[in-house]
């Protein structure tokens, strides 16, 4: 499979240097051109060579970006094991929700606009994350339930165990934390599926109720600007190539996880 890959992409190559080839001979043409000899058919001609060559690169070089786009989707595939949720997430961005949409039925639900989501304050959150990072004023998106595999992995991760572990008093105390953010990092503080689903998230209503800690994580599929990680998703964004959207986890933990009954 990987050969014949490799077949393909020769051939368009070839193709795009016999084209090249072509472009400069009818350059050398023009140039050898006088004012005595350019007539309205020679110019029709000319016109025609060029929509002619400009079809044929754009042809080939659209087939050499699907080529392209495959391999990094077959890339990805094969890092399920130690990221499946990342994975997860990516699939639905790059087949623009037409794979992947058994995750979202497994683990929460998808919604096409943001007025969907009933909780005013969730979707008021979601449409300034989405403004913000995605400067857009709507998005499709999905909410993860508190026993969605996300959820499950982001309250076993260190960080979430310190970031709680060092605001516990104030919200036993308050019933509630104000807005943060959170930053997971690979061995630190989490895993490579926190980090290559997540990374860097806002975490939001964090309340006290009947002896559960709640949150919600809010966070967008995207890819930021000068980042070299992620260069060749950047890369796969900017050329439209994936869809970015919202996601929502929702957690929910005993307060008598961190602390200790008397």
Request: hydrophobic letters at 35%; one cysteine or more; a positive charge.
């Given at each position: 499979?990987?050969?014949?890959?490799?077949?393909?992409?020769?051939?368009?190559?070839?193709?795009?240097?016999?084209?090249?080839?072509?472009?400069?001979?009818?350059?050398?043409?023009?140039?050898s051109?006088?004012?005595?000899?350019?007539?309205?058919?020679?110019?029709?001609?000319?016109?025609?060579?060029?929509?002619?060559?400009?079809?044929?690169?754009?042809?080939?070089?659209?087939?050499?970006?699907?080529?392209?786009?495959?391999?990094?989707?077959?890339?990805?595939?094969?890092?399920?094991?130690?990221?499946?949720?990342?994975?997860?997430?990516?699939?639905?961005?790059?087949?623009?929700?037409?794979?992947?949409?058994?995750?979202?039925?497994?683990?929460?639900?998808?919604?096409n606009?943001?007025?969907?989501?009933?909780?005013?304050?969730?979707?008021?959150?979601?449409?300034?994350?989405?403004?913000?990072?995605?400067?857009?004023?709507?998005s499709?998106?999905?909410?993860?339930?508190?026993?969605?595999?996300?959820a499950?992995?982001?309250?076993?991760?260190q960080?979430?165990?310190s970031?709680?572990?060092?605001?516990?008093?104030?919200?036993?105390?308050?019933?509630?934390?104000?807005?943060?953010?959170?930053t997971?990092?690979?061995?630190?503080?989490?895993?490579?599926n926190?980090?290559?689903?997540?990374?860097?998230?806002s975490?939001?209503?964090i309340?006290?109720?009947?002896?559960?800690?709640?949150?919600?994580?809010?966070?967008?599929?995207?890819?930021?600007?000068?980042?070299?990680?992620?260069?060749?998703?950047?890369?796969?964004?900017?050329?439209?190539?994936?869809?970015?959207?919202?996601?929502?986890?929702?957690?929910?933990?005993?307060?008598?996880?961190?602390?200790?009954?008397?």
């Open positions: 499979m990987r050969e014949n890959k490799g077949n393909e992409l020769n051939t368009l190559e070839n193709k795009l240097t016999r084209t090249e080839h072509d472009v400069y001979k009818l350059l050398d043409k023009i140039d051109l006088t004012l005595d000899t350019i007539d309205k058919f020679v110019i029709q001609k000319i016109e025609r060579e060029v929509e002619n060559i400009s079809s044929i690169i754009s042809k080939y070089i659209n087939r050499f970006e699907i080529l392209k786009k495959k391999a990094i989707d077959n890339a990805v595939d094969k890092l399920e094991a130690v990221g499946n949720d990342a994975v997860a997430l990516f699939r639905l961005s790059s087949s623009k929700f037409t794979k992947g949409t058994e995750y979202i039925k497994k683990n929460g639900k998808m919604y606009k943001i007025s969907e989501i009933k909780d005013e304050k969730l979707k008021e959150d979601v449409f300034n994350k989405v403004k913000q990072q995605l400067k857009q004023s709507d499709r998106g999905i909410i993860l339930n508190k026993n969605s595999s996300l499950q992995e982001i309250i076993k991760s960080r979430f165990k970031y709680i572990k060092d605001n516990i008093e104030k919200l036993i105390e308050n019933k509630y934390l104000p807005d943060d953010n959170l997971f990092i690979p061995i630190i503080n989490s895993n490579l926190l980090y290559g689903a997540i990374h860097r998230c975490i939001k209503n309340r006290l109720e009947n002896g559960m800690i709640k949150a919600d994580i809010i966070d967008t599929v995207d890819y930021n600007e000068g980042e070299m990680t992620v260069a060749i998703f950047r890369y796969l964004q900017e050329t439209g190539q994936l869809e970015n959207f919202y996601f929502v986890i929702q957690l929910e933990v005993p307060l008598s996880n961190f602390v200790k009954s008397k």
